[in-house]
């Protein structure tokens, strides 16, 4: 059972307008999410996390809403652009979890079109 | 600064050979993992080190060893490669145990003919 789960492989927009990536999670135990970026050939950066204590983190132009009761992350970015374009994966962790044992998404691929 | 460094960044192997990814850190992090990436897939855990001088398996350990050399180094080892093992592995590094962030190495692509 896939405890972390991007049901969108893909996503494409324009250049300057909203991207939205989501992300839905079924252990309720889960209370730390992570958002990690992926360019080709290279390894995954970490980009922004939000504690379940928080509904929503910001950062620049990426915010990260969370919704507990829905369990549904997502990963806003406004405005696009085409250094965007990358594999976006989130993460989460149970309380009191090594860092390293987070359960991975299987990534969506966004597409910034100029 | 060189954060984590993989090597080597490309390899293949035939069947039933051996071979060590080598993986170290700069930034004096106490946690290492190594984690596997299948196409189309998230990233599955290995082998982890909590700190220097513990091992413990993740998610997916068999038909791999680890070694936690020292702070700095963690490798990977496989034994007698499978043609299910190609795959591209992530060396990473976390500050502790159970807080922040992960920080990944590039990568390296592994081929099991």
């Known amino acids: 059972d896939q405890q972390v789960k991007q049901n969108s492989p893909s996503l494409s927009v324009q250049e300057g307008r909203i991207s939205i990536l989501n992300c839905d999670y079924t252990n309720s135990m889960f209370d730390y999410f992570l958002w990690y970026k992926k360019y080709p050939a290279e390894g995954p950066t970490f980009l922004i996390s939000i504690s379940s204590i928080k509904d929503k983190n910001e950062d620049g132009r990426f915010t990260v809403f969370l919704n507990k009761s829905a369990k549904h992350l997502s990963l806003h970015i406004v405005p696009s652009q085409p250094g965007d374009s990358a594999v976006y994966f989130c993460?989460?962790?149970?309380?009191?979890?090594?860092?390293?044992?987070?359960?991975f998404g299987d990534g969506t691929t966004l597409t910034v079109k100029p | 600064n060189a954060g984590v460094t993989q090597t080597p960044k490309f390899q293949v192997l035939k069947t039933g050979q051996s071979m060590t990814l080598q993986c170290a850190q700069d930034?004096?992090?106490?946690?290492m993992y190594w984690y596997r990436q299948d196409p189309g897939m998230g990233l599955r855990l290995i082998y982890y080190s909590a700190s220097e001088g513990t091992t413990d398996k993740g998610e997916v350990p068999n038909g791999y060893n680890v070694s936690r050399l020292n702070k700095r180094e963690f490798s990977l080892r496989l034994e007698s490669a499978a043609p299910s093992q190609t795959s591209v592995y992530f060396c990473?590094?976390?500050?502790?145990?159970?807080?922040?962030?992960?920080?990944f190495g590039e990568g390296s692509r592994l081929t099991v003919l």
């Open positions: 993460a989460a962790r149970a309380p009191n979890t090594n860092a390293g044992k987070s359960t």
């Open positions: 990473a590094s976390s500050r502790d145990f159970n807080t922040g962030e992960l920080f």
């Open positions: 930034m004096n992090h106490n946690s």
